[in-house]
T-cell receptor, first 114, second 110 residues
Framework: NAGVTQTPKFRVLKTGQSMTLLCAQDMNHEYMYWYRQDPGMGLRLIHYSVGEGTTAKGEVPDGYNVSRLKKQNFLLGLESAAPSQTSVYFC?????????????FGAGSRLTVL | KQEVTQIPAALSVPEGENLVLNCSFTDSAIYNLQWFRQDPGKGLTSLLLIQSSQREQTSGRLNASLDKSSGRSTLYIAASQPGDSATYLCAVASDYKLSFGAGTTVTVRA
């Protein structure tokens, strides 16, 4: 009964370093999302995927890349981290029920870029 | 671009008082609106989902209303308890994506 699992939960990077956040869901959901949450700004959509092998840009995609090679996994990559990417990152997956998109969120990954 | 606003940003009430949380959005062409709860350091938990054709949705002490034409939703929490202390976020759905408000942080004093 894992739901949505994000790894790692915490990470500290130096400016210019690269890293990948992994999101795994075991609910066979088609749709997956990466959001970032910053104080006073709510959640902003970075990238999303509507199925295996597909990705699309969200509201704030610059500086990030994603891949969805397997249906259950959605990877978020930072090629050259910047202090502005210090944030809490949330992954979510969803399915449609009667036309409603019902999201399940992971617990979050806190990233600090020095 | 959908803009979602939640006012107030923070709220503190004594135990037992009813809570009223407001959410407004700029584009009324939505599929649905959801209310989430977020505890410190945790992810988001869905509380209520209102379809665009509905006016309200209820779950226990929670009641959410939706006025799509005016771009407003209100979450009512009856007889608040200290365990209701959390941040409450509303999100509006357009196709596959949700647009979130910044949230209202609620503190219920025992």
């Amino acid at each position: 009964n894992a739901g949505v699992t994000q790894t790692p939960k915490f990470r500290v990077l130096k400016t210019g370093q690269s890293m990948t956040l992994l999101c795994a869901q075991d609910m066979n959901h088609e749709y997956m999302y990466w959001y970032r949450q910053d104080p006073g700004m709510g959640l902003r959509l970075i990238h999303y995927s509507v199925g295996e092998g597909t990705t699309a840009k969200g509201e704030v995609p610059d500086g990030y890349n994603v891949s969805r090679l397997k249906k259950q996994n959605f990877l978020l990559g930072l090629e050259s981290a910047a202090p502005s990417q210090t944030s809490v990152y949330f992954c979510a997956s969803s399915f449609l029920v009667a036309g409603a998109n019902v999201l399940t969120f992971g617990a979050g990954s806190r990233l600090t870029v020095l | 671009k959908q803009e979602v606003t939640q006012i107030p940003a923070a709220l503190s009430v004594p135990e037992g008082e009813n809570l009223v949380l407001n959410c407004s959005f700029t584009d009324s062409a939505i599929y649905n609106l959801q209310w989430f709860r977020q505890d410190p350091g945790k992810g988001l938990t869905s509380l209520l989902l209102i379809q665009s054709s509905q006016r309200e949705q209820t779950s226990g002490r929670l009641n959410a209303s939706l006025d799509k034409s005016s771009g407003r939703s209100t979450l009512y929490i009856a007889a608040s308890q200290p365990g209701d202390s959390a941040t409450y976020l509303c999100a509006v759905a357009s196709d596959y994506k949700l647009s979130f408000g910044a949230g209202t942080t609620v503190t219920v004093r025992a």
